[in-house]
């Protein structure tokens, strides 16, 4: 047998194909109270809850009483004290943020802390902290010094109740507390006021003091450098006293005026000596008495040289005594030498030592008369320099004086708090606020009951209505089927409606036959609107054979097969209703042909053997029900095969309206196959059940294969609340029997747990 899928043949009639749209979602204000509608028990639920939650804690929160207190924040008033003045201004940026930064400090954490230290709350925080959850009493508090996290606790504890604001145009902070304890919350109020009041006092007290002690500071190292300057100046200048001419200066030019001259006396002297020296020759400076070594050395040469006449004259002058005298004459005359270029340069350095003593004296004189010239020109600057000394001395002792006064009158400027309103016990509580409470809570339940509405129905994505399923699918919906029981009513009756049988005969008939069990029902009636709405989907050419499948099993194709097969024969038209889902084949149950040897399977593996059609209803005689018959160990191929082509055109023929009960798209393959021949196909859905994606899914499979889509037919809703949403999620799986696909189908809607046992 052939798998290829064949085209369509060219006998049968077929609708006309349309594109398919993209399904497009738009959100209008009707569509949100539609969402709202559905998801009522949603929100109804999570407002109970929030206004239960919200009456729990108004009643059941102990009562808050509130204490208020008010002061007056009047402009800084500094006395005329001078240097007051300018501590202030140092202070401050201006009025207009002045009264802002003091309220800011009314709440700074020391003002809050030495508030909770005055009244103890630390030992509140140490009790909570220590108390042992199984005894009533709190343990011995420990004596420790408070931990930063304790200080922490105090802080947040005074915080927690404390308010305080600026009334608008005023000078007046209104400081509010809240507690549980009425005289506690006044007793907070008035004690952080006296803590913002002396602390503002100290505050101001110990800037001024510490503003004083820097100018103080400031004025002595004033004192000090004009005094260092001119003492600089006095010993630069060798100023000794208090007169300008009383120095060292003009002392020391008259004591270098005479050293200069006594020095150019000496260095003449020396310098006639060095000329007379000079011009002397060397024998006669031998003999000058200056010098006695040179003199016994002369005398010691003659002596020798009166010894050389005599010994020459006697041995003559080659003897060697005459020799050895002439060795001696010779060193004597060297040494005699040696101490005359001795001598002359002793009296040189005299002369050259006393040229340049004088020429030194010369140029401290010179340097001198420098001196004495700038002192001439300095007495000026002398003079302002101690002027200047003396104006900061009569500075320093002034404004000695002015910081004694600053000190004393420190306090009186910080007195600028005035307690309008002391902080009374209340008695009346202000909290909690039952109705305002109440209202919040029903507020935020419907709010957060809408909030989850639109949670779950962004994540739940299964059809409802059939709104929905057109808005989704881009599909014209052909008939909404109302929910109907499963089994039949007891005693044969019909919630009291009439049957055109017998009521015996409709208590056996089974559920999925609604149309014949109760034709005059809501269901019935829905079934008719949707054979109306296949045969007037093309007036001119009505579709023959009618493909009836769905996306998942357990969606109801089975009974709109079957139902829709009804209305058609009780139209009077002859009918062939065709189970042909050969997997897991139900119209043999429902209409009791499980006994049959006719199927749909024996007909296409033995075409030549006629069978007639089984008629299972007598009341509808022109309806004919082909079961699956055996089931088949390749059923796509089968279904697919040209054999089953053929048997369709052959029907076609014989028979005015086939309904086609298919498998389910998106388990098997085995529709597609079949809706290629088909004038009309039908996608059904079930409300609660088909998700989004899958009807997509199908409705372009069906597309892709060029199938005849007529529309898309809702199963199981509920008339109250059609055009409203409802979700459920399940699981699917499709095998050769269908197993495992979930618990949500039941009998009337195409499934039985007998199947899963088959």
């Known amino acids: 047998m052939s798998v290829e899928h064949p085209t369509a043949p060219q006998d049968l009639p077929a609708t006309e194909r349309h594109p398919i749209a993209a399904s497009g979602e738009q959100v209008t204000l009707l569509e949100v109270w539609r969402l709202l509608n559905k998801q009522r028990f949603v929100i109804f639920l999570v407002t109970i809850l929030s206004i239960a939650g919200a009456a729990w804690h108004a009643f059941r929160t102990q009562p808050l009483f509130e204490s208020v207190g008010r002061i007056e924040i009047q402009p800084q008033q500094t006395p005329n004290i001078g240097i007051q003045q300018v501590i202030e201004q140092s202070q401050s940026g201006g009025e207009s943020t002045a009264l802002q930064t003091e309220v800011r400090i009314l709440q700074s954490d020391s003002v809050l802390f030495q508030t909770g230290q005055s009244l103890n709350v630390f030992d509140r925080v140490r009790s909570a902290a220590t108390t042992n959850n199984n005894e009533k009493k709190p343990a011995p508090i420990p004596k420790a010094e408070i931990t930063p996290s304790e200080r922490r606790a105090v802080i947040g504890f005074i915080r927690s109740g404390l308010k305080v604001t600026v009334l608008s145009g005023t000078n007046l902070v209104e400081i509010r507390y809240q507690d549980r304890d009425p005289r506690y919350s006044a007793a907070v109020v008035n004690r952080i006021v006296e803590t913002y009041s002396d602390q503002d006092l100290r505050s101001r007290y110990d800037r001024t003091m510490h503003v004083s002690d820097w100018l103080q500071t400031q004025l002595q190292n004033l004192q000090t450098d004009a005094q260092q300057q001119l003492a600089d100046y006095q010993r630069a200048h060798n100023i000794v006293g208090t007169g300008e001419n009383s120095n060292l200066t003009i002392q020391t030019l008259s004591q270098l005026s005479s050293s200069v001259d006594n020095a150019e006396a000496d260095r003449i002297i020396k310098e006639a000596r060095l000329r007379d020296f000079d011009s002397m020759s060397p024998n006669l400076v031998a003999v000058m008495g200056d010098n006695p070594s040179l003199a016994a050395l002369r005398s010691q040469l003659e002596t020798l040289e009166a010894q050389q006449g005599q010994l020459t004259a006697r041995y003559g002058p080659r003897h060697p005594k005459i020799v050895d005298l002439q060795t001696q004459i010779k060193m004597i005359q060297k040494q005699i030498d ?60 002034t404004l000695q004086m002015r910081l004694k006064e600053a000190t004393v009158m420190a306090g009186l400027s910080a007195t600028k708090i005035t307690v309008v309103d002391i902080a009374q016990v209340p008695d009346l509580p202000v909290g909690p606020r039952k109705a305002l409470i109440l209202g919040l809570g029903l507020l935020g339940g419907l709010l957060g009951g809408c909030v989850l509405a639109f949670l779950i129905e962004s994540i739940d994505d299964r059809l409802q209505t059939s709104d929905e399923v057109e808005s989704v699918a881009m599909l014209p919906s052909l008939a909404a089927i109302p929910h109907f029981h499963n089994v039949a009513d007891k005693g044969g009756k019909h919630n009291g409606r009439g049957t055109n049988v017998d009521d015996l005969r409709a208590s056996q008939l089974s559920p999925q036959l609604v149309a014949m069990r109760d034709p005059k029902s809501v269901s019935a009636e829905a079934y008719r609107n949707l054979r109306s709405a296949l045969l007037l989907s093309s007036i001119d050419n009505p579709p023959r054979t009618i493909v009836i499948t769905s996306a998942f099993p357990g969606e109801g194709k089975t009974t709109t097969a079957i139902n829709v097969a009804i209305v058609l024969a009780q139209r009077g038209e002859k ?184």
Request: no cysteine.
């Open 338 to 397: 040696s101490e005359v270029a001795l001598a002359r340069r002793q009296i040189r350095d005299e002369y050259e030592g006393a040229l340049g003593a004088e020429q030194a004296l010369r140029g401290r004189l010179g340097a001198q008369k420098e001196v004495t010239y700038k002192l001439n020109e300095g007495a000026a600057q002398y003079a302002i320099l101690r002027n200047q000394a003396e104006l900061t001395r009569d500075l320093y002792d």
């Open 575 to 758: 009918v062939l209703l065709v189970d042909a889902d050969l997997r897991l084949g139900k119209l043999a149950r429902v209409f009791g042909l499980s006994g049959s040897n006719i199927g749909l399977s024996t007909v296409l593996a033995k075409p030549g053997i006629y069978r007639e059609i089984p008629v299972p209803l007598p009341e509808l005689p022109t309806l004919h029900v082909l079961p699956t018959g055996p089931r088949p160990p390749n059923p796509a191929e089968m279904l697919s095969s040209v054999r089953m082509g053929e048997q369709l055109r052959q029907w076609a023929q014989e028979y005015d309206r086939i309904v086609l009960d298919t498998s389910p798209l998106l388990a098997v393959s085995d529709t597609q196959s079949m809706a290629v021949y088909a004038d009309a196909v039908v996608l059904v859905t079930r409300a609660r059940m088909t998700r989004k994606r899958a009807l997509l899914r199908a409705r372009d499979m069906l597309a892709r294969i060029n199938a005849p889509i007529a529309g898309v037919v809702v199963n199981d809703v509920d008339q109250r609340l059609e055009n409203f949403y409802t979700y459920h999620y399940g699981a699917y799986g499709y095998r050769y029997g269908y197993g495992g696909y979930g618990a949500r189908s039941d009998r009337a809607y195409g499934y039985d747990e007998e199947d899963e046992k088959k």
